[in-house]
């Protein structure tokens, strides 16, 4: 069994800055990939980040200068931060990670998501 919990959300004013994490537990062997997805409201899931197991990372277009993406492999967490935020950027934040499990199975969970919202 593996979970992952994403936390940091929250109401932020246009211009600020939101820190999210997610953390994944349980019978996790390696961690590959880590990656922040996000859901806008009537809109479709859309990437915003990945990194590597060796720190490689990549942005979608509207993203770059703006998020960083970062993991903590000891702690099997990887964060996102989000600075000059916009209204536009209001949705649900989702991570996804492809992992190895104790028992050699590859698997690709979703958290639950963490809800941000931009607006003064």
């Known amino acids: 069994q593996v979970q992952l919990v994403e936390s940091g959300g929250g109401l932020v004013q246009p211009g600020g800055s939101l820190r999210l994490s997610c953390a994944a537990s349980?019978?996790?062997?390696?961690?590959?990939?880590m990656a922040w997805y996000r859901q806008a409201p009537g809109k479709e899931r859309e990437w915003v980040a990945t990194?590597?197991?060796?720190?490689?990372?990549n942005y979608a277009d509207s993203m770059k200068g703006r998020f960083t993406i970062s993991r903590d492999n000891a702690k099997n967490t990887v964060y996102l931060q989000m600075n000059s935020l916009k209204p536009e950027d209001t949705a649900v934040y989702y991570c996804?990670?492809?992992?190895?499990?104790?028992?050699?199975?590859?698997?690709?969970?979703w958290g639950k998501g963490t809800r941000v919202t931009v607006s003064s």
């Open positions: 349980g019978s996790i062997r390696s961690i590959n990939a």
């Open positions: 996804n990670v492809n992992l190895l499990t104790l028992s050699s199975y590859v698997l690709n969970p």
């Open positions: 990194i590597t197991s060796g720190g490689s990372t």
